[in-house]
């Protein structure tokens, strides 16, 4: 080689290797940050993460939760080990509750209304300046004399919050605090008062019954207290202490819970009442029944005879006889009725017909049945009782009567059936503030948005109800800094009835929230024993309970009688059945809406982890349907995706169809929570809610809907349906994939006959 | 005909080379990037021979050392060598109540979950990883952080699990 | 062809190297720049976005790409089999149209190479699969059969490459004394020198005799390995035995009918109606006559084998691929194409008359790669867990990547037919004869 | 000379078929008791909440690729008013015999010691391998760069990579979560004990139905579960060995009511 | 110098006997020819196949280089791939069977290299574009300048075309 090209050669590479290594140099990123802490948290280690206990408040059940914080962020929530309801378990919804804590949508600071009513359009305002306006607006209300037109909607609000609210309410001057959720359950309130004299929800033992008779209650994943009755159903099943216990579900379509019953009874809507009574009277004949009263009891059932009930209920008369049977001989057994037989125009009958059943078939206040739950700690909740309703609400707002309108994290303009017409009534309201950390259908209707903390930024406390038997309060504390511009609900309270000044102001000692219930929980460890005897003084018991995450004594369990008299039930028993309005001819089919696992009422519809979950029975996701039996389907001509018109007397909606073999052929059933007009990006133009084709009956007792009174007609349209379901075959073609093994063998350990 | 060859050639070197300068730079220069506040580790940790946990608080016990917190800083530098221009930045700092936005100097990728804990438990000397920070004025980094540069000294302490993947990464 | 002569011969073949017609000129530019925008750009965005913007899905995470892949691949197996397994058998009427074939291997394992990088998520790091020794300390799987398919076809790339060239190096002399200008450089650098010494045949035929025989069992092998990577799984309907010969055999009866079509098209652009004859076409059919009825023979016993077995999971599978819309219609015209078509070269006429050739092969590729396109989008959306079960459906991206597949290796094969000898120049002087006094000697 | 072959022949016999899990410490196993299990799905969100993984939106789920790591799936049988449904969640069944782990070429999926079968997301060239030759249908694939709509993001959980497109992952036992309680383990000079390690899956189902332990531990809730006379596992005709174990769920298949008593 | 003659001929046959006739009286003859020409010679020159060794050779380093690299990996980086032994006889088989031919196929490509010494690009070995045409080409050597007329001769009476006298290169 020429030493010319050698040279080069060299200097090529010479030239090459430098511009690379400068190359390398000059593109390499700048570095990340290495930002320390101005002054270390002292119980913070980077990297590894902190729990702390709370409670988790996207549905009234009440589970204490662990939140899982590292770096100042909530991480995960995850069930409180310690605590007697959720026992270290939790649900889809709280589980998913993070997001709505990080939720995009949420309203970040407080807002001031600044287009039509409805129009979505706000501007941000101070919290001063919030704060100003509403007591500008009060002030003005109470100079009239009017303070009365105050109203406060509100779900139920647990503890202290509620009393708080309560107490301002009462110094402001006005008794007219509206509780409403569309699944609460002040039917079963109602009726356990009307038949057994108690005020809190009783403890229903899943766990240790041997019998489960369910009507219509689907605990698995909506009814009372999911993740408690969850834990509990586990136990009853292979809990390996008393053998299998055996579930009979009652409901005519075949739910989540239903499809793990051992036995599915589909009755026809509306009859599962009559059911439970003629089962009664078979064990009230058998002699199994062995009261004092006896001959009242088969006096008051002597109607529900079984070719009677046979008729109504579309259940074989063998099959009566034979749950009646096994319903007495297993014991202990249980019954209990859920929304699917509250949810009819004779709810609160049927409620009281499934606590005849229990008391005749001798359930009450035993191990593995009914035990009475008692509230003496917090002492005289009102949540206990049942008050005015929405329906009071939207007709006082109907009548003008509503001067003022406080708001709180429910959304009636899309919970309640669209006959009742909330959202128009709402519009009467010269003035409305709302508390919710959300921009939805009824918040967009507010003057004032003054957004609260989600249940991860705030203090709070809830006596959960029902409670396993024994008194279980849970605290809850703020575990991450908020992380918009939102404000403690106690906070506000406080800074309002400060600002109007008078018996409001009187009724806030405390300058924060957070305070207050402090000092709350100080009076109820001077009069717990219990309390005052766990801990040296109130300063260690409330570092422990805030540790613990609450504060509950099993010990304190206490075992109390229950009994079911006729003179009690008697005006709850009658022959009449459920309404259901629109004419059999022209609306030949039932509708159910049902809560959806993932979205309860609506709530949880603005969640993208609850949106991709996919239906617990359907697998459907980002969307509801409209559930058809393949018969009715067949004769309707509509298959599996298509859109379907549903129009009952009230409306029509659009849905698309899902065939599903579990549904009696007269009934459809449609998921509530979807079709958001406004909650957020993930929940907002999608799928169909039933709710708007509803009437808006009510029970005048309990101010209940009920949300299974009306008949449709199904038509298809011919618009192409999007339905999104994850299981696209659901045969399992004899594979063994999910292999089982016959309940004989299983059964026979467990019987006592 | 020749040269076209030639000028080939050459820029086939002049191409490879230029990968080969820039992983030499990647792995074998050290990053040694200006900080916010020129803290020396040579007198601090050299000179005055303070611990290296004595600020750096969490290498004993988290995946990360943590750099100190400005607290720290503070309780000495109220009293020592206040009239310093460096120490008066950094009290502009704890005035502002700002922290110190440090340029990390030793940065692994996203995926690589490493534990200065294991590692100080298992009897490893800051100083094998980090070169003689004490001598330095700035700190630079002297190993590549690659896993070839990970695995040598695993295989060299014969480390249980020391070449498992999940070791480092999940 | 006695009648022509060996000087006619360099004269024809450089002339195609050398003369460019405008025609050529349009169909190369629309051939680079179609696969240029349909491949390159679709696969452009398809890096930059994701995988996502395929079809594929959770089940079915093979899909048109892999099926293109084993496409490519067997159309490569036409060479080695004219070209290797004639020239050990000794088969006379190979040597006008094996070269074209042996480019045709070359080119179609490059397409299915790049095929490989183009289904992989991360194909920036494609050079992972290679086993090299880095300071990771990591190495590559070697029972993956992802791992055979990389040593598998990167040998027989450089086998088919070297076949390719070392056959040609004579024809590149013969180039390079006739060429001028920019061209003779290159081709004087090609040839190698060759001068055309007794000496140097002697080790050229020698050494091609074994490359021929070192070929036919690598070209068998790559083909089994690539049915294993079907194989190998446990997804009813790849698990089979009988995957690598039903393989081979529609490797070599694909690259047949490839050869079949492209050497149409060469007759007739390059006019080499002297050296491609009908007798060429007459033995091409016969051969696609037999490698359909063993195509035939093998895909029955697939479908038999499985509905003998009468299993849950190998019944569904059938069932999904022959009578389930839209892959039946697919499937059954496959078996026409594949099994019935090929039936018509019974026929001497039929044989030599070029349309019907030409409408049958095209037939028979068409059928082969629905064949290879239903054996992964049949049996992955149909794995054992029906609740999974979800079908595919290839997106615009896929389909532009297809089609685009074919213009990159219709541009490969026009730039291949104007820097190469596309006939081999001495072994058709061999056609013709060694000149002996008496008049020209056969071989 | 010698002693480098004997170290070879154990290196290589360490890893054989045969038994070759009791060989080590640990062998992590998940039993599901699908008669506890009612199909609530808290074990699903649990997973998304633990493993940072992202929501695809209704299109994708359309084309099925929801991202569940652990799914439910049911099967539905006989018609009104017989009609059973029956759900049996399915992860990464951490085979011994894993099918994936033979097909990825780069070796991104392998066996750890403790009879994991473990996803080195960063080494995945996303050649589809592992997840077409996965009989269960488990892997997921990074189709996209999946974006957290701000502020979710600040709910990831920083234990766990955020996968990039263009990679393949799949349960993992929470292996995070077997990370910090070797860790906490070591700290205390012991081993692993039974519940140290709880997975999200496992931690959230709220009928305790799933359970997560080492079976190489004789005393382990996983070890007396696994003798369970109604034990079975997944599609066991394929031989893949996998560490989850099923019971089976009590029911009577028949057609019919009113004569499963006993 | 010696220079050496070329005779082109129109046919093997003549070419062949010319060049025994050559090869006979002590010349160095080459043939050249565009066509490979196999029995015809078998008057002039038999040689060896020397290629089959290279290939064997070749095939035997494959078949090692193939064992070496899927074993000796193998418990060098040892992979732990639940169900499989390390050593995994299936694909040890296959790569070394590919490996064998690879190796195989390259060393026959640098036999023949080596002994067809080729490539070559220098001046030194003559050439003429005729033979890669339609002629056979015999190449004389070693002729004694009194010699020359006479091969010259001898070549156009056994039937070549043209004679040239080419350049010593």
């Not at chain 3, 393989?247 to 098209?265: K, P, Y």
């Not at chain 4, 009104?80 to 070429?105: R, T």
């Amino acid at each position: 080689m020429k030493r010319r090209y050698f040279l080069k050669f060299i200097g090529a590479g010479g030239i090459g290797t430098g511009l690379g290594m400068l190359f390398g140099q000059a593109i390499k990123p700048p570095g990340a940050k290495l930002i320390p802490y101005l002054i270390p948290p002292e119980d913070v280690i980077p990297g590894l993460a902190n729990y702390y206990a709370s409670l988790c408040t996207q549905c009234p059940a009440g589970c204490g939760v662990l939140v899982k914080i590292m770096d100042g962020r909530a991480k995960k929530v995850e069930g409180n080990p310690l605590h007697p309801v959720s026992g270290g378990k939790l649900c889809v919804r709280g589980q998913a509750g993070l997001q709505a804590l990080y939720n995009p949508d949420r309203v970040q600071g407080p807002m001031r209304r600044k287009g039509a009513r409805g129009s979505t359009s706000f501007e941000p305002i101070s919290w001063e300046e919030a704060i100003g306006e509403v007591t500008t607006r009060l002030n003005d209300l109470s100079a009239k004399g009017e303070s009365d037109k105050l109203y406060f909607l509100t779900p139920e609000l647990g503890g202290h919050l509620g009393k708080l609210a309560d107490d301002f309410m009462a110094g402001y001057g006005s008794s007219n605090t509206i509780k409403y959720d569309l699944f609460d359950y002040r039917n079963l309130r109602y009726a356990n008062r009307a038949s057994m004299g108690i005020k809190a929800i009783p403890h229903y033992d899943i766990e240790n019954t041997k019998y489960l008779l369910s009507f219509g209650a689907d605990f698995a994943s909506t009814w009372l207290s999911p993740v408690g009755m969850s834990r509990g159903y586990g136990e009853m099943r292979q809990g390996g202490h008393t053998g299998r216990g055996k579930f009979v579900q009652v409901e005519p379509r075949l739910s989540l819970t239903a499809a793990n019953a051992d036995e599915w009874v589909p009755a026809k809507p509306g009859t599962e009442a009559v059911l439970a009574l003629a089962i009664a009277k078979e064990i009230v004949d058998s002699g199994h029944y062995k009261g004092s009263d006896l001959k009242t009891w088969k006096k008051l059932l002597s109607p529900f005879g079984l070719s009677y009930a046979s008729e109504v209920t579309d259940v074989d008369k063998k099959r009566i006889r034979h749950i009646a049977k096994e319903f007495m001989s297993t014991r202990p057994s249980l019954a209990v009725g859920g929304e699917g037989i509250s949810g009819y125009s004779n709810g609160v009958s049927g409620l009281v017909a499934v606590n005849i059943l229990n008391h005749v078939a001798g359930n009450l206040g035993i191990k593995g049945g009914v035990q009475a739950n008692s509230n003496d700690l917090f002492g005289g909740n009102d949540a206990d009782t049942v008050g005015a309703g929405i329906q009071t609400l939207i007709n006082a707002a109907k009548e003008s009567k509503v001067g003022l309108l406080f708001h709180y994290n429910n959304n009636p303009a899309f919970t309640t059936p669209g006959s009742a017409k909330a959202a128009d009534a709402l519009k009467n309201v010269p003035f409305i503030v709302s508390f919710s950390s959300f921009l939805d259908e009824t918040t967009a209707l507010s003057d004032i948005i003054l957004p609260s903390h989600t249940s991860f930024e705030d203090w709070g406390d809830d006596f959960t109800n029902p409670a396993p038997g024994f008194q279980v309060a849970t605290i809850m504390q703020p575990v991450v800094s908020s992380v918009y511009k939102t404000r403690s609900l106690g906070d506000i309270f406080i800074g309002i009835g400060k600002a109007v000044g008078g018996t409001a102001k009187a009724k806030m000692p405390n300058d924060t929230f957070a305070t207050h219930l402090k000092a709350s929980w100080k009076r109820l460890y001077a009069k717990d024993k219990g309390m005052s005897a766990s801990s040296f003084t109130f300063e260690t018991f409330w570092r422990e309970t805030l540790a613990r995450g609450g504060w509950w004594n099993e010990k304190s369990a206490k075992k109390r009688k229950l009994s079911v008299s006729t003179r009690s039930v008697a005006r709850h028993v009658s022959k009449e059945p459920a309404k259901f309005e629109g004419e059999s001819s022209k609306y030949p089919l039932y509708l159910l809406p049902y809560a959806q696992a993932g979205h309860l009422d609506g709530r949880g519809a603005n969640i993208p982890w609850l949106q991709e979950l996919p239906d617990p029975i359907t697998s459907v996701v980002w969307d509801s349907w409209v559930e058809i039996n393949p018969k009715t389907a067949k004769r309707l001509g509509v298959k599996m995706g298509d859109m379907a018109e549903i129009e009952s007397p009230f409306g029509k909606v659009l849905s698309p169809v899902y065939v599903y073999e579990g549904i009696r052929p007269d009934t459809v059933a449609i998921p509530i929570g979807q079709v958001h007009k406004l909650y957020g990006r993930y929940a907002e133009k999608r799928g169909a809610n039933p709710l708007e084709i509803l009437p808006s009956t009510v029970d005048t007792r309990t101010e209940v809907y009920a949300l299974n009174s009306t008949r449709v007609r199904i038509a298809k349209v011919s618009r192409p349906g999007d339905l999104v379901k994850m299981d696209v075959y659901t045969d399992e073609l004899g594979r063994g994939i999910v292999q089982t093994v016959p309940t004989g063998g299983q059964f026979k350990k467990s019987s006592h006959h | 005909m020749k040269n076209l060859i030639v000028n080939f050639i050459i820029l086939v070197i002049f191409v490879v080379t230029l990968g080969v300068g820039y992983l030499i730079a990647d792995q074998y220069i050290g990053r040694a990037p200006e900080q916010p506040i020129n803290f020396s580790h040579k007198i601090h940790a050299g000179t005055n021979e303070i611990p290296c946990m004595y600020c750096h608080i969490y290498a004993e016990r988290a995946k990360v050392s943590g750099a100190p917190n400005v607290q720290r800083c503070m309780g000495c530098h109220k009293i020592i060598k206040t009239e310093s221009p460096e120490i008066k930045k950094l009290a502009g700092y704890w005035e502002r109540q700002e922290p110190i936005p440090w340029i990390k100097v030793h940065n692994l990728p996203d995926h690589v979950d490493f534990t200065h804990k294991r590692h100080i438990k298992a009897g490893r000397k800051c100083q094998e990883c980090h070169g003689p920070v004490e001598t330095m004025d700035r700190v630079t980094r002297v190993a590549s952080l690659k896993m070839g540069w990970c695995l040598k000294c695993h295989a060299k302490y014969n480390v249980k699990n020391g070449r498992e993947c999940w070791t480092c990464h999940i | 062809m006695e009648n022509i002569s060996y000087n006619e011969v360099n004269e024809d073949v450089v002339r195609t190297m050398t003369h460019t017609t405008w025609k050529y000129w349009v169909a190369l530019v629309t051939c680079a720049v179609m696969a240029t925008v349909l491949w390159g750009g679709a696969w452009a965005y398809q890096i930059y976005v994701g995988q996502g913007v395929t079809g594929l899905n959770t089940p079915t995470f093979w899909g048109i790409y892999l099926a293109n892949f084993v496409f490519w691949i067997g159309i490569s197996h036409s060479g080695t089999l004219l070209s290797a397994i004639l020239f050990i058998t000794a088969t006379p009427w190979r040597r006008s149209i094996y070269r074209s074939a042996e480019a045709i291997t070359f080119f179609s394992v490059l397409t299915a190479a790049l095929f490989i990088f183009v289904h992989m998520g991360r194909p920036w790091n494609f050079y992972w699969t290679m086993p090299y020794p880095t300071t990771r300390q990591l190495w590559v799987n070697f029972t993956s059969p992802i791992m055979f398919d990389v040593f598998a076809i990167s040998t027989y790339m450089t086998s088919s490459v070297i076949f390719l060239y070392f056959g040609s190096i004579p024809d590149l002399a013969a180039v390079r004394d006739r060429v001028t200008g920019w061209r003779k450089p290159i081709y004087t650098y090609l040839a190698l020198g060759w001068r055309g010494t007794e000496a140097e045949w002697h080790w050229l035929s020698k050494s091609y005799t074994f490359f021929a025989v070192f070929i036919i069992p690598l070209a068998v092998s790559v083909h089994s390995i690539v049915s294993w990577d079907f194989a190998l799984s446990m997804v009813p309907g790849l698990n089979k035995t009988i995957f690598a010969p039903y393989f081979v055999v529609g490797a070599i009866f694909s690259g047949t009918a490839a050869i079949v079509t492209l050497m149409v098209i060469l007759r007739k652009s390059l006019k080499f109606e002297k050296y491609i004859t009908m007798m060429h076409f007459d033995k091409l059919c016969l051969l696609l006559l037999v490698m359909s009825l063993l195509w035939s023979y093998i895909n029955v016993v697939e479908v038999f084998s499985d509905w003998y077995a009468n299993t849950s999971v190998e019944n569904e599978t059938l069932r999904y691929r022959m009578f389930m819309p839209p892959h039946s219609y697919m499937y059954w015209l496959m078996i026409i194409t594949n099994s019935i078509m090929p039936l018509l070269f019974i026929f001497k006429k039929l044989r030599t008359s070029i349309f019907v050739c030409v409408v049958v092969s095209i037939g028979i590729n068409v059928g082969m790669w629905i064949e290879r396109y239903l054996i992964v989008a049949t049996t992955l959306p149909r794995k054992y867990l029906p609740n999974m079960w979800h079908g595919y459906t290839p997106s615009l991206i896929e389909i532009s990547i297809t089609v685009g597949s074919f213009f990159f290796f219709a541009m490969l094969f026009l730039i291949f037919v104007k820097v190469w000898p596309s006939v081999s120049i001495y072994e058709v002087k061999e056609d013709i004869g060694i000149p002996m006094r008496k008049g020209f000697k056969r071989h | 000379m010698s002693g480098i072959l004997t170290k070879l022949k154990d290196k290589l016999q360490s890893y054989r078929v045969p038994g070759y899990r009791t060989k080590f410490e640990y062998k992590w196993t998940m039993v599901v008791d699908l008669d506890r299990c009612n199909g609530c799905e808290a074990c699903v969100v649990a997973c998304y909440a633990e493993n940072n993984l992202p929501v695809v939106g209704k299109r994708d789920c359309d084309i099925s690729r929801r991202f569940s790591w652990i799914r439910i799936e049911r099967y539905i049988e006989g018609e009104y008013p017989d009609v059973k449904v029956k759900f049996i969640p399915i992860m990464c069944q951490h085979c011994d015999a894993a099918p994936c782990e033979l097909g990825c070429p780069v070796y991104a999926t392998y066996h750890n010691q403790d009879g994991l079968n473990v996803q080195v997301y960063n080494r995945c060239v996303g050649t589809f391998t592992c997840a077409t030759y996965c009989t269960y249908d488990v892997r997921r694939f990074n189709w996209f760069t999946y974006k957290w709509d701000s502020p979710l993001e600040q709910q990831l959980n920083p234990d766990v990579t955020v996968r990039e497109m263009g990679v393949m992952e799949k349960c993992t036992f929470c292996i995070q979560r077997i990370r910090v309680a070797k860790d906490t383990a070591k700290d205390e000079g012991r081993k692993v004990t039974d519940g140290d390690v709880q997975t999200a899956c496992m931690q959230s189902c709220p009928t305790d139905a799933i359970t997560f332990g080492d079976l190489n531990d004789p005393n382990s809730k996983v070890s007396k579960l696994a003798k369970s006379p109604r034990r079975y596992r997944l599609l066991e005709e394929l031989n893949t060995d996998p560490s989850v174990i099923y019971l089976k769920r009590v029911m009577d298949e028949k057609k019919g009511h009113g004569s499963s008593h006993g | 110098m010696n220079q050496p003659v070329l005779g082109l001929f129109k046919y093997v046959d003549s070419m062949v006997e010319a060049a025994v006739m050559l090869k006979d009286t002590g010349y160095t003859v080459t043939v050249f020819s565009p066509i490979p020409l196999g029995a015809e010679l078998d008057p002039i020159i038999v040689r060896k196949n020397y290629i089959k060794y290279f290939s064997l050779i070749g095939g035997i380093i494959g078949l090692l280089f193939g064992i070496i690299l899927t074993l000796g990996t193998a418990a060098m980086y040892v992979l732990p791939r639940g169900g499989l032994p390390l050593w995994p006889a299936t694909p040890t088989l296959l790569l070394t069977y590919e490996s064998t031919i690879l190796v195989g196929v390259i060393f026959t490509l640098m036999g023949f290299f080596v002994i067809a010494r080729l490539p070559y690009y220098g001046k030194k070995r003559f050439y003429t574009p005729k033979v890669a045409l339609d002629s056979f080409g015999l190449l004389v050597e070693d002729i004694q300048e009194d010699k020359i007329e006479e091969v010259e001769k001898l070549l156009h009476d056994y039937g070549a075309n043209e004679v040239n006298r080419v350049e010593q290169p």
